[in-house]
């Protein structure tokens, strides 16, 4: 099998569980807080905004949880997703590295957010719920909460980040042909937004104000619950399909990964790939690296403060324990509007805090320089989210020839990039640049935070 660019499972194959890390960490995150009072949230707090059955794998221990049929029977539409072997990249960096990568960009929304897109829906149609909102950066999961809930007969409205909105236009138009009304954020459709434009009618939005707009509209509607794309444990628990696969398939392959990579910016497609390569660091002592890669320009892993924060801007959402960068942190322009998030998952980031997970920030030229030698390569222009992975995994494949070794590398390829072409250009026409966060802005954000820890 080892000789196969492409390693293949059945329909059959599909997992029946999602693998939940709460079951096998050896630390647990704090709890999360209630924004008036400070006190652990109870499930009685999310009820407003989140189904019972998604708050019960919010907080669950067990470390199986039953993946719905109905559910499998829409993941069979892409799902069990491509492992490849990019022996093309192999070749071009003349390294004697195996680069192994899941390719998520097969699904119906060109991304890995599907894999938790249609869950969330599932589990709020079954309680009633018929409209959802919720928030977008680069647009991914804008699109992949579009098409789930069209799916389950659902209405859906999305505040997608206003830098985002303009700079990817053809995933709003994906939206609105799911059905979805897509709002650019900051908008004058909710008191959160209306504050951020009379303070600053040019601001290019976040998916802090985004997340704070969405929330608000749910609270405000009884009718109306919210869906959140990354960060939140249960997001993660659906996206771990990607890594269960990603184990059968790697087996098949004759071969085990030295290091597992994702790009990270609230956590989910990092989680999805990751976490059961985790289960076996913990409770099978295996000895994988396993490697979270975000922006220098919104370093939240590596240069926040792991601390309590709230998940967005207007403080409607529990404080979270997490590396944050500071709620009121405004992110720059950059291409990788996925990974625009001033916080992280409270998971991956007590992983990282007990030196579980390891974690690495990019420049963006050298990012998209990447992207350009795959996509030459292996024949797939990547989104700039996923190109991160690929970044890090060509340094790894590099220091493998340097140090002579036949490391095998696996990264999570989350997405496509045929939607990012704008960013391309500007990057092969010299126009992109590198936006490396200076510290006196990050300590400006991070002087605002809530409670100190």
Known sequence: MSGEVRILLTEKEIPTHWYNIQADMPHLPRPP??????????????????????IAQEVSGERWVEIPEEVREIYRLWRPSPLCRARRLEKALDTPARIYYKYEGVSPAGSHKLNTAVPQAYFNRQEGVMRLTTETGAGQWGVALSQACNFFGMSCTVYMVKVSYEQKPYRRSMMEIFGSTVYASPSDQTAAGRKILAADPGSPGSLGIAISEAVEEAAGREDTNYALGSVLNHVLLHQ?????????????????????????????????????FAYDKLVRGAKVRLMAVEPSACPTLTRG????D?????????????????????????????LRYHGDSPLVSQLVHDGIVEARALDQLPTFEAAVLFARSEGTVPAPESAHAIRAAIDEALAAKEAGEARTILFNLSGHG???????DAYLSGRLQDYPLPGEALAKSLAHLPQKK
Do not use: W
């Not at 045929?418 to 391309?424: H, I």
């Open 33 to 54: 807080l209630h924004p008036a009072t400070g006190q652990p949230v109870g499930p009685d707090d999310l009820k407003a905004i989140f189904p019972l059955g998604l």
């Open 240 to 276: 771990s399909v990607i890594g269960l696969e990603a184990r059968e398939q790697m087996a098949r392959a004759g071969h085990y990964p030295d290091v597992v990579i994702a790009c990270c910016g609230g956590g989910s497609n990092f989680g999805g790939l990751a976490f059961p």
């Open 305 to 308: 403060e792991f601390a309590y």
């Open 310 to 338: 709230y998940g967005d801007v207007a403080g409607l959402t529990p404080l979270l324990s997490m590396y944050t960068l500071g709620s009121e942190f405004m992110p720059p322009g950059i291409h990788a509007g996925g």
């Open 418 to 424: 045929f939607l990012d072409l704008p960013s391309y």
